[in-house]
């Protein structure tokens, strides 16, 4: 497979020691900012897929014309959250 670069990237030194503070053995600083892009690209597709979903979801009331008030809905959210401590708690005896 080919390959390509990414292109350089100037940062200051208080960034570029941050960074190296943190390697890990064996760990190359051009690892770490691979390591730390691929993250941020899977964040950002996820953050996309999430807003897709959404509008989606609001297309899907408007047609048809079901709708949840916020405070239904922070209410249902609510009483899940109550069920999961209540769970977690007895789980925990």
Do not use: W, Y
């Not at 030194?13 to 691979?34: C, H, I, P, V, Y």
């Not at 597709?45 to 408007?62: C, D, T």
């Not at 922070?74 to 401590?85: I, P």
Request: with cysteine; aromatic share 4%.
């Amino acid at each position: 497979m080919k390959t390509a670069t990414l292109p350089s990237l100037r940062v200051n030194d208080d960034l570029r020691a941050a960074a190296q503070s943190l390697l890990r053995d064996g760990e190359t600083l051009s690892g770490f900012m691979l390591e730390a892009v691929k993250l941020h690209i899977e964040r950002r597709e996820a953050q996309h897929a999430f807003i897709a979903k959404g509008l989606r979801a609001r297309e899907s009331a408007h047609t048809c014309g079901e709708f949840v008030s916020a405070n239904v809905m922070l209410e249902r959210l609510d009483n899940v959250l109550a069920h999961a401590r209540h769970d977690s708690k007895s789980a925990a005896k």
